[in-house]
């Protein structure tokens, strides 16, 4: 498709009951839902989307954007109101601009930030599943809080790459990484007490959010020590960490472009 038109689209969903966002058979996605709305939308026009960053199964967006190619332009002040109005009641979109054909989705945003909101101790409410990762038992808190800060710089991140590839990029960098309590989100079934690990950078690898809170977990928990966890991230010794963190406390929280 040779489009003329590109315009970005700005999301957000809660991804309990996706199976990520790209579309696959058999399975309910945030992309088949949002193209089978445009296609209603657009009256059957041709369109191409572009996501700026994929999500797992259960992940939500508070932030994420898609490119939007198009044949013929639309006026947009009336289409986003008419996307929203066919939109599931999970899935919103925030805004939409009309970009240059110079503009890449995929690889202009300058930082994502991910936040993992979990508990310890008691079971959650049901309720609270959708949002937040409950884990049982105890964990201490501000070793973890140090270990998140061992993440952060430029590393070789090969341990906490989920089954990478000859090609995989593994050296990544990480402009922030802290575990706080959480502000961020609140509701009368939510316990006492939660934290988020929030987590910026320019890009990551797949599950590596989740691998990164896994191995925090793990130090938590006193299965791993801080030295040890040094020795993963500085990767003399191809080592993965193989407990992958749940799925329902991660969110792409932000995005900001160039």
Same mark, same amino acid.
């Given at each position: 498709?040779?489009?003329?038109?590109?315009?970005?689209?700005?999301?957000?969903?809660?991804?309990?009951?996706?199976?990520?966002?790209?579309?696959?058979?058999?399975?309910?996605?945030?992309?088949?839902?949002?193209?089978?709305?445009?296609?209603?939308?657009?009256?059957?026009?041709?369109?191409?989307?572009? *996501?700026?960053?994929?999500?797992?199964?259960?992940?939500?967006?508070?932030?994420?954007?898609?490119?939007?190619?198009?044949?013929?332009? *639309?006026?947009?002040?009336?289409?986003?109101?008419?996307?929203?109005?066919?939109?599931?009641?999970?899935?919103?979109?925030?805004?939409?601009?009309?970009?240059?054909?110079?503009?890449?989705?995929?690889?202009?945003?300058?930082?994502?930030?991910?936040?993992?909101?979990?508990?310890?101790?008691?079971?959650?409410?049901?309720?609270?599943?959708?949002?937040?990762?409950?884990?049982?038992?105890?964990?201490?808190?501000?070793?973890?809080?140090?270990?998140?800060?061992?993440?952060?710089?430029?590393?070789?991140?090969?341990?906490?790459?989920?089954?990478?590839?000859?090609?995989?990029?593994?050296?990544? =960098? *990480?402009?922030?990484?802290?575990?706080?309590?959480?502000?961020?989100?609140?509701? =009368?079934?939510?316990?006492?007490?939660?934290?988020?690990?929030?987590?910026?950078?320019?890009?990551?690898?797949?599950?590596?959010?989740?691998?990164?809170?896994?191995?925090?977990?793990?130090?938590?928990?006193?299965?791993?020590?801080?030295?040890?966890?040094?020795?993963?991230?500085?990767?003399?010794?191809?080592?993965?960490?193989?407990?992958?963190?749940?799925?329902?406390?991660?969110?792409?929280?932000?995005?900001?472009?160039?």
């Amino acid at each position: 498709m040779k489009s003329k038109f590109f315009y970005l689209v700005e999301i957000q969903y809660l991804g309990f009951r996706y199976h990520g966002w790209a579309i696959q058979p058999e399975v309910n996605t945030v992309q088949r839902m949002v193209e089978r709305t445009l296609r209603y939308v657009l009256d059957g026009a041709k369109f191409k989307v572009l *996501i700026t960053g994929r999500t797992d199964a259960l992940v939500s967006a508070n932030q994420s954007y898609f490119e939007l190619f198009l044949d013929d332009p *639309i006026e947009i002040d009336s289409f986003l109101v008419k996307f929203n109005e066919n939109l599931p009641a999970d899935i919103r979109a925030l805004s939409i601009e009309e970009v240059g054909k110079e503009f890449n989705v995929i690889n202009d945003p300058k930082t994502k930030e991910y936040t993992y909101l979990f508990s310890y101790g008691q079971k959650n409410h049901p309720f609270a599943a959708p949002y937040m990762c409950c884990l049982l038992g105890e964990l201490d808190i501000e070793l973890m809080k140090q270990g998140a800060k061992l993440l952060e710089g430029e590393h070789d991140f090969i341990n906490f790459a989920y089954k990478p590839k000859e090609d995989t990029v593994t050296r990544r =960098s *990480i402009d922030s990484a802290e575990i706080v309590a959480n502000d961020m989100m609140t509701a =009368s079934f939510f316990p006492e007490k939660s934290y988020v690990f929030k987590v910026r950078g320019k890009g990551f690898m797949r599950h590596q959010v989740r691998i990164m809170m896994g191995c925090l977990i793990n130090l938590g928990r006193g299965d791993i020590t801080l030295e040890e966890m040094q020795a993963l991230i500085d990767a003399k010794e191809h080592n993965p960490v193989t407990y992958v963190a749940p799925a329902s406390g991660l969110m792409l929280n932000a995005v900001s472009f160039k």
